[in-house]
């Protein structure tokens, strides 16, 4: 009952309105990128199908060329432009058009070179957008049309010759990982790490953030009213106050992870799961070639699979249960960092080492591969228990297994001393007597 | 016997005592007044017989219960109101001594027996469902002070318990102080800078000085021992005399 009514208080101190809000905010704006990523991924799909044209060089050789562009993997529509070229493209819903410019055929059927204009109106700054901005958008289809003219209709060589000519040699991607090889090319499987690495660790370092600042201010707080005094002279046990408080940072702690996570598996699908499209081949779907290569490519999950690097349930577990541990030491440092509070003043100075120990890690793992580092700089970045969340995706991922478990071995071993320290903190005078040493020497 | 302080010494660094083997007890319904300047050891003591902090050497007994081995049986007979306290201000006021209140009975009927008391004690009435917030000092004092006796302790700790009020609710604090331990039997040890108030509430008075008591007694009796008007003259004499 006791326990109960202490957990209760806690837990409706800790969940407040703003970090319900939070919560939710965070696993929706995960969803919210999954969303955006996968509308992006389909517009692609449907963009690169279809491109548009302005034709100011009106003839039977461009219309043939127009007609005959299916065939080359990309549908022609004919756009007026005499509103401008913004207005063209706000008419067609697209921010790419091409003008084939008066004299086209003239160059064309003599013998030179041509040129078309390629118009790209650049739609944000976003991932998402700079992604869709990239894609070909038809020249290519063009370029190998006039190939196959120049061949076939004025050099008069064979079909099948002119076809072989045009594309003598097909590149076959392969990536390796994890000692496997999958048909996929390597460009789409570091895009996609690098989204997964720019996102999770960012998650975690914000969620670190959050739940650190949040039980340091509890307690601190606690400190400078003197509930803390009023509540641990009352007949409760102080491990009971100390377990209560912990065990509704946990919870906190566990229902961020939990949303965080679930927000996670919809990002991915944004990614991978959008109706399993290859982006290998979505990405080269302009060339017949590349058409032929994207058959028989693998789907990205298939060949995350193959490499190794899917990321199943299991994992999706182990890396929840690593943030959760993380999390755990957090609010555990947190908590002996917020006894040692005096004043508002010593409140914030008291924020500065959890800020640095998870803000440090996170950079250093954004920028770099701690495993690439020279040792003395290694073993510093793996003595700070976060970067081993940080740097457990990757581990995973590219199946450094013995890495990911010492990591998470070690972060137990770490969540097992500090959580002894916080008892003691909390079981002892310290509690009381426990101050800044910063503060004490100013005074000195 | 409500209190029974032994050689009580606290020191919070080796060889410096903050609290230097002081003695003395409080008898059922009398008010205790501990009073000295600051940095004497009040606090220290007083965190000690709460069971916040532990003592160095020495003991006190709580209605026969050691702070040093029972702790958890002393806090069943005594409260503590810290100076300068607050309450959790996300809470509302009937929020918080529910709160409260349930941390000295998991029985509901006696829970809602204690809130009943404080409510009409601290005399807030309907703003009683306001956030802790939205009070003034003075409501936060009342309301502490009601949930600090609410159980009927054995023993009440009041560390500065009108500090920083008004006059009116001042009075209004030492007058419930006074009827408690008259009515209702209940022994307070209360710590305070405030010479007057002490003088008007208190049964007996000890002064503390550099950790130690230099004198425990009646008003009256110290008033004639040292000569002095009142109890400020004698503070300034005793407190005085010791550092000389």
């Known amino acids: 009952m006791k326990f109960g009514n202490l957990l209760k208080k806690e837990l409706s101190q800790l969940l407040t309105k703003q970090a319900i809000f939070s919560m939710i ?143 003598p040699m097909m590149v076959v991607d392969f990536t390796m990982s994890n000692g496997r090889t999958a048909k996929i090319a390597p460009s789409t499987v570091s895009g996609l790490m690098m989204s997964l690495n720019a996102i999770l660790p960012m998650a975690i370092f914000f969620l670190l953030m959050m739940a650190s600042t949040m039980i340091m201010t509890a307690i601190s707080t606690e400190k400078i009213d003197k509930t803390l005094e009023t509540l641990l002279s009352s007949p409760v046990s102080r491990i009971n106050v100390l377990f209560a408080k912990m065990l509704a940072a946990v919870i906190v702690a566990l229902l961020n992870a939990v949303s965080m996570m679930v927000g996670m598996v919809f990002y991915m699908a944004g990614f991978i799961g959008n109706g399993a499209k290859d982006m290998a081949g979505e990405l080269m779907a302009s060339s017949e070639a590349a058409d032929a290569l994207a058959s028989e490519a693998m789907s990205v999950p298939q060949a995350l699979s193959e490499l190794g690097m899917s990321l199943s349930g299991g994992m999706f577990l182990l890396i929840g249960l690593e943030l ?40 250093v793992t954004m920028f770099t591969d701690v495993n690439n580092m020279p040792i003395p700089f290694r073993m510093i970045m793996y003595i700070v228990p976060f970067t081993h969340t940080y740097t457990a995706l990757g581990n995973l991922l590219f199946g450094h297994q013995l890495a990911f478990w010492l990591g998470f071995a070690y972060q137990i071993l770490f969540l097992a001393v500090i959580m002894y320290f916080a008892v003691k903190v909390f079981t002892s005078d310290l509690l009381f007597t426990m101050k800044l040493p910063v503060r004490e020497a100013k005074k000195k | 016997m409500v209190l029974q302080v032994k050689d009580l010494t606290k020191s919070y660094k080796k060889g410096v005592n903050a609290v230097d083997s002081i003695s003395f007890d409080i008898n059922e319904g009398e008010i205790f007044a501990l009073i000295g300047p600051n940095g004497a050891g009040k606090t220290s003591t007083i965190r000690m017989i709460a069971t916040l902090l532990t003592p160095t050497s020495g003991d006190a007994l709580v209605c026969g219960n050691s702070i040093v081995n029972a702790p958890s049986k002393v806090r069943e007979c005594i409260t503590y109101l810290p100076d300068e306290a607050g309450a959790y201000k996300t809470m509302k006021g009937i929020d918080y001594l529910y709160f409260m209140a349930g941390l000295y009975s998991g029985d509901k009927t006696v829970v809602d027996k204690y809130v009943k008391r404080a409510v009409d004690m601290c005399g807030l009435g309907s703003r009683l469902e306001e956030k802790i917030n939205n009070y003034s000092r003075g409501m936060i004092r009342k309301l502490l002070l009601s949930r600090a006796v609410m159980t009927r302790p054995k023993l009440a700790i009041l560390d500065e318990a009108t500090s920083g009020l008004d006059v009116i609710n001042a009075l209004d604090i030492r007058k419930t102080i006074k009827n408690l331990s008259r009515e209702e039997g209940m022994s307070f040890l209360l710590s305070s800078h405030n010479m007057l108030e002490i003088e008007q509430i208190s049964d007996r008075v000890g002064v503390i000085s550099q950790g130690k008591i230099l004198t425990v007694g009646t008003i009256d009796d110290l008033k004639r021992e040292f000569d002095a008007a009142n109890l400020e003259e004698v503070f300034e004499r005793v407190v005085s005399n010791e550092v000389r």
């Open chain 1, 324 to 363: 959760f541990i993380s999390l755990a030491i957090g609010l555990f440092a947190a908590l002996i960092m917020g006894a040692m509070a005096t004043d508002a003043q010593t409140q914030g100075t008291l924020a500065l080492p959890v800020m640095f120990t998870t803000m440090i890690p996170f950079f």
């Open chain 1, 25 to 167: 905010f965070t696993c929706g704006l995960l969803v919210l990128l999954g969303q955006i990523m996968g509308n992006t991924m389909e517009n692609i799909e449907t963009s690169s199908d279809t491109v548009y044209v302005v034709v100011n060089d009106d003839t039977q050789f461009v219309k043939d060329m127009l007609d005959a562009l299916p065939d080359y993997g990309t549908k022609a529509t004919v756009v007026k432009a005499d509103g401008g070229m913004d207005a063209a493209m706000d008419a067609n819903d697209t921010n790419s058009l091409i003008v084939i410019p008066e004299g086209f055929t003239e160059k064309a059927t003599n013998g030179e070179k041509t040129e078309v204009e390629l118009y790209t109106r650049l739609s944000g700054t976003g991932l998402a957008n700079m992604v869709e901005d990239s894609v070909g958008t038809g020249t290519t289809a063009i370029e190998d049309y006039l190939t196959d003219y120049v061949f076939h209709d004025r050099l008069d060589i064979s079909e099948d010759d002119t076809k072989l000519a045009n594309d």
